[in-house]
C-alpha cells in the first residue's frame, strides 16, 4: 500500500529558539559571577591539626595581632607592644617583606573581633607585598582531655 501525505510536509529542521534561550541565560550568569569570584582575599588556611608552619626563612614570621579593641599591633620595625596606624604597618611589613620575601606572614586576632577587621588587616599585608597569610589558633584540645571535661 502506499501512504497517503495529508498535506504535511517533513521539517528538516531543528528548532533552535530553546537553545538559545538558555544560553542567554547561562551567559548572563557568568556575566554577573565572574566579577564576584576575582574579589577577595586569598588565604591558605591550615587543615585541623595541622603541623606546625616551617618557615624557609630564618627569621622570626611577621605576626599583626589584632586586640579584641581592633587595635593593630605588628612585631617587626618599632615597638611590638604599641599599637601602630594601618599606613605605618604596611610599611614595616613591606620592609620586612623586602629583605626576605620568604619569611612566613601570620594574622593573629583575639576571638571576640569583628571578621571585617581581620579581612582589613590581611588587606593591608598584602599590600606589603605578603603573597600568602596565615592564622595563629591554639591547637585543638586532645580527645581525652575534651571527654573528661565534659
Do not use: C, H, W
Amino acid at each position: 500500500m502506499a501512504q497517503v501525505s495529508r498535506g504535511r510536509r517533513l521539517m528538516g529542521e531543528i528548532n533552535v529558539v530553546p537553545y538559545i534561550d538558555v544560553m542567554l541565560v547561562l551567559l548572563i550568569i557568568f556575566m554577573i559571577t565572574a566579577p564576584l569570584l576575582t574579589q577577595g582575599v586569598k588565604v591558605q588556611l591550615p587543615k585541623a591539626g595541622a603541623e606546625p608552619l616551617n618557615s624557609r626563612s630564618a627569621k622570626d614570621p611577621v605576626v599583626l595581632s589584632v586586640d579584641r579593641q581592633g587595635n593593630l599591633y605588628i612585631n617587626v620595625g618599632g615597638d611590638p607592644q604599641s599599637p601602630a596606624e594601618p599606613d605605618a604597618i604596611e610599611a614595616r611589613a613591606a620592609q620586612a617583606l623586602q629583605e626576605d620575601p620568604q619569611r612566613a606572614v601570620l594574622v593573629k586576632a583575639d576571638t571576640a573581633v569583628a571578621y571585617g577587621v581581620v579581612v582589613q588587616a590581611m588587606v593591608i599585608l598584602q599590600r606589603a607585598g605578603a603573597s600568602k597569610v596565615g592564622f595563629v589558633t591554639d591547637p585543638l584540645p586532645l580527645r581525652s582531655q575534651r571527654r573528661a571535661g565534659s
